[in-house]
C-alpha cells in the first residue's frame, strides 16, 4: 500500500497561483473520482478543501479547485494568501481502503 | 455541532498494547462510517483502518492487520482502537474521521478530531 506521491514542498507570493501535484496508480487515482484534499496546520484538526477531485466543501473559498488526468490529481490554489500557508495531503479511495499522500509544505513567501 | 474527541494515547514500550477511544456527537453515530488515520512525526496521513456503521465491516491497513483491532459501540457514540504489540513506527498522532456520505456517495472525510498522541518507545 504506497502513498501517493507529492512534491515535498512549493511556494509561490501572495496574489500567485500555485498547483500541487498527487500521483497514484490505476487501483487508487486512476480507479475512481473520489480524490479529496485536506489542508493541515499543527495541533489543528485536518480540513477538507476539495472532494470527489473537484467539489469544494461549503465554506472553502473558490480560489481552490481540483483537477484529474490519469493517475495524477491536482490541486490549485489561485489568488495566493498568507492564510494559505499550511501543509496539504491529498487522499484517494482504492476499493476498500484510502490511501493519503505524503503531504506538501505551501509557503506563502 | 459535529464533535470528535480522541483520548487513550500515551508513552507506552514495544510489543505494548493501548486502547485509544473517539467520543462522538452531534450527528446520527449508527449511520456512519468512522476511520483511524494517523501521522507520524514529520509524515503525512496515513489510513489505519474503518468500520462500517453498524460495526460489521472492517478494514484495516497492511501496517496494521493482525495487531489492531477498530470496533465501535452504537449506543455509547463511541469508535475504538485497540493497539497491541506495538512498534516504534507507530508513533504518531491518532486521528478519528468520519466519512462524509454512505454508500457510494461522500468517500472522503468531513470532521477530524484534534487527534491523541500515541509514542512507542523503551
Known amino acids: 500500500q504506497s502513498a501517493l506521491t507529492q512534491p515535498r514542498s512549493v511556494s509561490g507570493s501572495p496574489g500567485q497561483s500555485v498547483t500541487i501535484s498527487c500521483t497514484g496508480t490505476s487501483s487508487d487515482v486512476g480507479g475512481y473520482n473520489y480524490v479529496s484534499w485536506y489542508q493541515l496546520h499543527p495541533g489543528k484538526a485536518p480540513k477538507v478543501m476539495i472532494y470527489d477531485v473537484s467539489e469544494r466543501p461549503s465554506g472553502v473559498p473558490d480560489r481552490f479547485s481540483g483537477s484529474k488526468s490519469d493517475n495524477t490529481a491536482s490541486l490549485t490554489i489561485s489568488g495566493l494568501q498568507a492564510e494559505d500557508e499550511a501543509d496539504y495531503c491529498c487522499c484517494s479511495f482504492a476499493g476498500s481502503r484510502w490511501v493519503f499522500g505524503g503531504g506538501t509544505k505551501l509557503t506563502v513567501l | 455541532e459535529v464533535q470528535l474527541l480522541e483520548s487513550g494515547g500515551g508513552l507506552v514500550q514495544p510489543g505494548g498494547s493501548l486502547r485509544l477511544s473517539c467520543a462522538a456527537s452531534?450527528?446520527?453515530?449508527?449511520?456512519?462510517?468512522v476511520h483511524w488515520v494517523r501521522q507520524a512525526p514529520g509524515k503525512g496521513l496515513e489510513w489505519v483502518s474503518s468500520?462500517?456503521?453498524?460495526?460489521?465491516?472492517?478494514y484495516y491497513a497492511d501496517s496494521v492487520k493482525g495487531r489492531f483491532t477498530i470496533s465501535r459501540d452504537n449506543s455509547k457514540n463511541t469508535l475504538y482502537l485497540q493497539m497491541n504489540s506495538l512498534r516504534a513506527e507507530d508513533t504518531a498522532v491518532y486521528y478519528c474521521?468520519?466519512?462524509?456520505?454512505?454508500?457510494?456517495?461522500?468517500?472522503?472525510?468531513?470532521?477530524w478530531g484534534q487527534g491523541t498522541l500515541v509514542t512507542v518507545s523503551s
Open positions: 474521521a468520519k466519512r462524509a456520505g454512505i454508500a457510494t456517495a461522500g468517500r472522503y472525510f468531513d470532521y
Open positions: 452531534g450527528f446520527t453515530f449508527s449511520s456512519y462510517a
Open positions: 468500520i462500517g456503521g453498524s460495526g460489521i465491516s472492517t
